[in-house]
Every structure is written in structure tokens, then in C-alpha cells.
């Protein structure tokens, strides 16, 4: 191995499914404990402003990945989990890819939702080793799909390894990832290898599953309560493991870890929707509006803990505006790695690298934030933030169609400002649907290649 490549910092991405801003101690909640994940936001920096690219799971690991906005990244939509549907096209260039070309040893571990083929599986996207499954969710022991049996699709097991199917019945699947990506991270220090480790957990989503163990910590709290705050208490003893092998094997000084989630808390009765707009809902998105599905705060702001004792200043909190399309570049320019030289040097890429920001105190790189989902269309500048024909549980009376907020008085979107504040809602207005034009364009002439 080249000593260059050992210079280089690892890099471990640990991403939740459905975990809500406010599911974790560091981010208010009242209920949650999770120790290992407070400390590591308290020893690096902690982001109060840090947006997903869309309110749903599958375009934001495409985000996530890519640095893409998920409709130019070919996945706009929650992908299904029958065999030959499509997947993350093979021209998109993942942070994997691009860094397996850098020397790194790569490995996923969790859930991927990109795809179900072999050619849209995580190995053909620049994963040396795949660990997890495939879909959506699964349950937590057997390891089955079984969702979706309207669309004519019957349970099907999905766990693999590359793309050979394995079988852990009984094994929680929470445990099995922290298991597999410490088992990764003691064969990389052992090769003295520079490792990219993505480690996918599909808590806290459904199905409401957690070990007694976990259960019985939260015994004093509703079932519902209980079982959430047991499934993302199980998370936490998996980051404190990981940290600890990191620890052991002189790996964690110069390993940049980046904690967050694919969006907020599922309103789905499965999740235990009461119903009511500020509900629980099985998760909690804090102070904020919306839950996942809605471009209020609630579905796309998310937890965000970026850790690197060895490169940044730690004991920090960072409001400025951030989105996972900037993780891409900026983990590529914080590993010295040129993209405009390597696989992405013809790929347009959305995000920004936060590396002046996080190094200098530079402000954020972004003017403007803008996302879009099933109709719905938003935009964040600075403080403002317009929503447009957003979306809130269907029990719920619906929002304005127009829907404008000064978050800095008023975070949980409650109060609508556009008819105070017409001029400034139609240039917000006017600049979200130039934004989607553009969007639909290069989108459409993916699809023409």
C-alpha cells in the first residue's frame, strides 16, 4: 500500500432512517438516551441547520452520495423493491467511487435503497464490500420485506453479502451492522489502509422492533415511546462500539465521522400517528413543522454531529445553512482529493465544499437552498423560508398553498407571512420555480441520453 494513502483521513458516514431533529439528547429531547452520540456532538460540532435534499429515504441517500439533487441524480422518488425496477443510474459517481479511485478501501453496511439489481447494487457503485439489504426495511430479526403486497409483491427475504444472499434469523439487525463495521474497521487497521465506511442503520423506521434489553430501559414510557427511544438508544450503544474499535486501533484521531439522518419522523400509522399536528408521531421533529413526506422543517432538517480531532476544532455548534449534497465535496477536498482530476471531472455537482467554513469561519457557501417533492416546492434564504403547496399529515387541515416564514422568529413555520410580505413571496416564488425549470430540464435530458 502507498503511504500516501495511509496519510489520507478515513472517513465513516453513520446514517439513521426516520430519526427526527428532536430524537437525540444533544437536540432537545426530553426522553432519549443517547450518551455516546451527545458526546461525540459535544467533543466536535453540532449543526442546528443541516437539511436533507428530500423528505424521503431514497432521494437523499442519492443526495447523500452523489452531491446531487436527487432528480439529477436520476432518484427522485422512494424506490420500490421488485427485481429489475431501476435504481441510481450506473453514470452517477458516488463519494465511493470516487474515493476507491484515491486508494480507500470501501464498505457499506445497512441499508442501501438505491437499487435491487446487480447493476444498481451498492458494488457497482464503488462499494469493495456490501453488507445489508436492499429494499426499503426489513424486519429487525427475520431479515423479510414484507410490504407491498397490494402492488402484487410477496415477502421476500433481503439480506446479503455483496450480491450473495446470506441468512442471521434471529440476529437484530441494528446489532449486525455496528457488528460488521467494527469487524471492517479492525481489517483496515490491521492493512494500515485509508477506509470509506458507510454505516446505513434502518432505525429508527419501521417495523417497531427493539431487545428486550433496549425495551427495558424505557419501561416507564408508553409502548410507543418505549419502543422508539429503545430502537434509537440501540443506535447509540452501536456508535459508542464503533468509536471505541476506532479508539483501539489508532484509527480515531484522523477518521472524519459525519452522524445524521435521511429525513424526519414517519407520520405513518406504523409509527404511531396520533393525529394531531404537534403528534409524536413515533419520532419527534422537535420544535418544527412536518414530518417526513413534507418539505416543512419537520421532514427535511435533520440531526447533524461532524467529528475529526485530528483536522477540526471540536466543542463547536454551527447554525450556518447546510444540506447533504455539500458532504461529497467537502469530505473529498478535506481528503485532499482533487474531483475535477478524478471521476467526477465531467459531473455536475450541487454541493458545495463546507471546508472554509468548518476550517476558517467562513460563512456558509449557500445563498439559497431549494427542494422538491411530489408537488411540493421550497425554498431557504437566510432566515426565510417559502413553501409551496406543502404537505402535512392528511388528517390535518392543509396548509396554505403560499406558505412563507421568518425562521428566525418563528423556526416551527406556524405563521404565515406572504400576505404581509408579497414582493419578497413572489421573488422566493419566482426563484423556486425558475430553480424546478432548470431542474426538469437537466432531468429531461438525462433521460433523451
Given at each position: 500500500?502507498?503511504?500516501?494513502?495511509?496519510?489520507?483521513?478515513?472517513?465513516?458516514?453513520?446514517?439513521?432512517?426516520?430519526?427526527?431533529?428532536?430524537?437525540?439528547?444533544?437536540?432537545?429531547?426530553?426522553?432519549?438516551?443517547?450518551?455516546?452520540?451527545?458526546?461525540?456532538?459535544?467533543?466536535?460540532?453540532?449543526?442546528?441547520?443541516?437539511?436533507?435534499?428530500?423528505?424521503?429515504?431514497?432521494?437523499?441517500?442519492?443526495?447523500?452520495?452523489?452531491?446531487?439533487?436527487?432528480?439529477?441524480?436520476?432518484?427522485?422518488?422512494?424506490?420500490?423493491?421488485?427485481?429489475?425496477?431501476?435504481?441510481?443510474?450506473?453514470?452517477?459517481?458516488?463519494?465511493?467511487?470516487?474515493?476507491?479511485?484515491?486508494?480507500?478501501?470501501?464498505?457499506?453496511?445497512?441499508?442501501?435503497?438505491?437499487?435491487?439489481?446487480?447493476?444498481?447494487?451498492?458494488?457497482?457503485?464503488?462499494?469493495?464490500?456490501?453488507?445489508?439489504?436492499?429494499?426499503?426495511?426489513?424486519?429487525?430479526?427475520?431479515?423479510?420485506?414484507?410490504?407491498?403486497?397490494?402492488?402484487?409483491?410477496?415477502?421476500?427475504?433481503?439480506?446479503?453479502?455483496?450480491?450473495?444472499?446470506?441468512?442471521?434469523?434471529?440476529?437484530?439487525?441494528?446489532?449486525?451492522?455496528?457488528?460488521?463495521?467494527?469487524?471492517?474497521?479492525?481489517?483496515?487497521?490491521?492493512?494500515?489502509?485509508?477506509?470509506?465506511?458507510?454505516?446505513?442503520?434502518?432505525?429508527?423506521?419501521?417495523?417497531?422492533?427493539?431487545?428486550?434489553?433496549?425495551?427495558?430501559?424505557?419501561?416507564?414510557?408508553?409502548?410507543?415511546?418505549?419502543?422508539?427511544?429503545?430502537?434509537?438508544?440501540?443506535?447509540?450503544?452501536?456508535?459508542?462500539?464503533?468509536?471505541?474499535?476506532?479508539?483501539?486501533?489508532?484509527?480515531?484521531?484522523?477518521?472524519?465521522?459525519?452522524?445524521?439522518?435521511?429525513?424526519?419522523?414517519?407520520?405513518?400509522?406504523?409509527?404511531?400517528?396520533?393525529?394531531?399536528?404537534?403528534?409524536?408521531?413515533?419520532?419527534?421533529?422537535?420544535?418544527?413543522?412536518?414530518?417526513?413526506?413534507?418539505?416543512?422543517?419537520?421532514?427535511?432538517?435533520?440531526?447533524?454531529?461532524?467529528?475529526?480531532?485530528?483536522?477540526?476544532?471540536?466543542?463547536?455548534?454551527?447554525?450556518?445553512?447546510?444540506?447533504?449534497?455539500?458532504?461529497?465535496?467537502?469530505?473529498?477536498?478535506?481528503?485532499?482529493?482533487?474531483?475535477?482530476?478524478?471521476?467526477?471531472?465531467?459531473?455536475?455537482?450541487?454541493?458545495?465544499?463546507?471546508?472554509?467554513?468548518?476550517?476558517?469561519?467562513?460563512?456558509?457557501?449557500?445563498?439559497?437552498?431549494?427542494?422538491?417533492?411530489?408537488?411540493?416546492?421550497?425554498?431557504?434564504?437566510?432566515?426565510?423560508?417559502?413553501?409551496?403547496?406543502?404537505?402535512?399529515?392528511?388528517?390535518?387541515?392543509?396548509?396554505?398553498?403560499?406558505?412563507?416564514s421568518d425562521l428566525s422568529k418563528d423556526p416551527g413555520e406556524r405563521v404565515n407571512?406572504?400576505?404581509?410580505?408579497?414582493?419578497?413571496?413572489?421573488?422566493?416564488?419566482?426563484?423556486?420555480?425558475?430553480?424546478?425549470?432548470?431542474?426538469?430540464?437537466?432531468?429531461?435530458?438525462?433521460?433523451?441520453?
Amino acid at each position: 500500500m502507498q503511504e500516501n494513502n495511509r496519510q489520507k483521513p478515513n472517513i465513516l458516514i453513520i446514517y439513521c432512517d426516520d430519526l427526527g431533529y428532536g430524537d437525540l439528547g444533544c437536540y432537545g429531547s426530553e426522553t432519549a438516551k443517547t450518551p455516546h452520540l451527545d458526546r461525540l456532538a459535544s467533543e466536535g460540532i453540532r449543526f442546528t441547520n443541516w437539511y436533507s435534499n428530500s423528505p424521503v429515504c431514497s432521494p437523499s441517500r442519492a443526495a447523500l452520495l452523489t452531491g446531487r439533487h436527487p432528480a439529477r441524480a436520476g432518484v427522485d422518488e422512494i424506490l420500490g423493491a421488485k427485481r429489475g425496477l431501476h435504481g441510481l443510474p450506473a453514470t452517477e459517481v458516488t463519494l465511493a467511487k470516487a474515493l476507491q479511485t484515491e486508494g480507500y478501501r470501501t464498505a457499506v453496511h445497512g441499508k442501501w435503497h438505491l437499487g435491487v439489481s446487480e447493476e444498481t447494487g451498492p458494488n457497482a457503485h464503488g462499494f469493495d464490500e456490501f453488507f445489508g439489504f436492499k429494499a426499503g426495511c426489513i424486519d429487525f430479526y427475520s431479515h423479510i420485506f414484507y410490504w407491498g403486497q397490494g402492488a402484487g409483491l410477496n415477502p421476500l427475504h433481503d439480506l446479503w453479502e455483496d450480491e450473495t444472499e446470506v441468512w442471521e434469523n434471529g440476529r437484530y439487525m441494528t446489532e449486525l451492522i455496528t457488528e460488521r463495521s467494527i469487524e471492517f474497521i479492525r481489517r483496515q487497521a490491521e492493512r494500515e489502509e485509508s477506509f470509506f465506511l458507510y454505516a446505513a442503520y434502518n432505525a429508527p423506521h419501521y417495523p417497531m422492533h427493539a431487545p428486550k434489553e433496549y425495551m427495558d430501559r424505557f419501561a416507564y414510557l408508553p409502548w410507543d415511546r418505549q419502543v422508539m427511544n429503545a430502537m434509537i438508544a440501540a443506535v447509540d450503544d452501536g456508535v459508542g462500539a464503533i468509536v471505541k474499535e476506532l479508539k483501539r486501533t489508532g484509527s480515531y484521531e484522523n477518521t472524519i465521522i459525519f452522524f445524521s439522518s435521511d429525513n424526519g419522523p414517519s407520520p405513518e400509522s406504523r409509527n404511531w400517528l396520533d393525529g394531531t399536528e404537534d403528534a409524536y408521531y413515533g419520532g419527534s421533529a422537535g420544535i418544527f413543522r412536518g414530518h417526513k413526506f413534507s418539505l416543512f422543517d419537520g421532514g427535511i432538517r435533520e440531526p447533524a454531529i461532524l467529528s475529526w480531532p485530528a483536522g477540526l476544532t471540536g466543542g463547536r455548534v454551527s447554525d450556518e445553512m447546510t444540506a447533504m449534497i455539500d458532504i461529497l465535496p467537502t469530505f473529498l477536498d478535506l481528503s485532499g482529493v482533487d474531483a475535477a482530476a478524478g471521476p467526477l471531472k465531467d459531473v455536475r455537482i450541487d454541493g458545495r465544499s463546507l471546508k472554509s467554513m468548518l476550517l476558517e469561519g467562513e460563512p456558509s457557501p449557500h445563498r439559497q437552498l431549494f427542494w422538491e417533492y411530489q408537488g411540493q416546492l421550497a425554498v431557504r434564504e437566510g432566515g426565510w423560508k417559502l413553501v409551496l403547496d406543502g404537505k402535512l399529515d392528511g388528517s390535518l387541515p392543509p396548509p396554505d398553498r403560499v406558505h412563507l416564514s421568518d425562521l428566525s422568529k418563528d423556526p416551527g413555520e406556524r405563521v404565515n407571512e406572504a400576505g404581509r410580505l408579497p414582493e419578497l413571496t413572489e421573488r422566493l416564488t419566482r426563484a423556486a420555480q425558475d430553480w424546478l425549470a432548470s431542474l426538469r430540464a437537466d432531468s429531461q435530458g438525462r433521460s433523451r441520453d
